[in-house]
């Protein structure tokens, strides 16, 4: 199969900087599907415009295991990447490695074994689009993490392990980039070899949005809402439930508990800790009333009194 190498429009930009603001590092044309804006090194086969090709990096938006992203060039894929756009705080992605048409197919080409995950900050400069595509200045790199995928059909699960507190913090004080859409590349590293062909390829990838919480209407339990999918955490009917705070990345909920019946009579306001990765009430034996949580020297804590209303602050990354 003939292979073109997509040339990308790429300007290297530089714009005045303040003490603690970003840098444009490059341009990028990406193309728009299923919600997300998409971009490769290159493709096999090339269309008439970028990314739309028979094997263009838009599809891996299709959630369709006949079509594939395949790249262009003329060795094994490594080196070779492909750019997403991602909202922020997100942790996983889902890749269907190779050419999952069929099984055949599947082990024909070459499939990524090792990838190499980096994150950039975006924005979209004012008038910068064609009939097709979309530009974007984006930063230097702002966090990069490897992980190796398996050689089997199917999704597979990737954390990408970025320090999101850390990202949004540092671009709290720049004035260039968004704050809610980034550009994740995804470089071939290293390949599992095809018994035919010498593409690479990657049938789909999803980006797996975050789950967020909420109480059921009559408030009697919690609700973790992942995209199209809801689970109830717990549910009670004895109690009510009210939040006080939710935590960065919505790991901790503090809820005030009262009972369901008490009526016109006078009862104690109960504090409780919930972790949503653990999903159940952490016992905290030593605090009484729970204010909030205070981030100090990149730890969180729980901040709160006593049940003789002295100040009380706990690590709770230590729990």
Sequence with gaps: ?????????????????????????????????????????????????????????????????????????????????????????????????????????????????????????????????????????????LATTQFELEDKLGYQNIKTGFDWERILEELDHDNTFDKDRFVLKIKILNVYKGNKWNDACISDIKVIPNPYFDLTIDEHGLLKITGGDTDTLFYNTENIYQVVEISSYAEWIIFIIMPSDIEDSRVETIYELYNTKKEKFIEINDIYEMYGFVKKSGKLFLEGTDKDFNDYSICLDDL
């Design 1 to 141: 199969m003939r292979k073109i190498t997509v040339l990308f429009f790429i300007v290297f930009g530089f714009i005045n900087t303040i003490k603690a603001q970003l840098e444009v590092n490059d341009t990028l044309l990406l193309a728009f599907n299923n919600d997300i804006f998409w971009g490769a090194s290159s493709e096999l086969e090339m269309g008439m415009y970028a990314d739309f090709g028979k094997y263009g990096s838009t599809n891996l938006g299709d959630d369709n295991s006949t079509t594939c992203w395949a790249e262009g060039s003329e060795k094994d894929g490594i080196g070779e990447y492909i750019l997403l756009s991602i909202p922020e705080k997100i942790q996983n992605i889902k890749i269907k490695n190779g050419y999952q048409k069929n099984e055949n197919l599947y082990y024909a080409n070459n499939r990524p074994k090792t990838i190499e995950l980096s994150l950039y900050a975006s924005y979209e400069p004012s008038g910068y689009v064609t009939e097709s595509h979309n530009g974007f200045f984006i930063s230097e790199s």
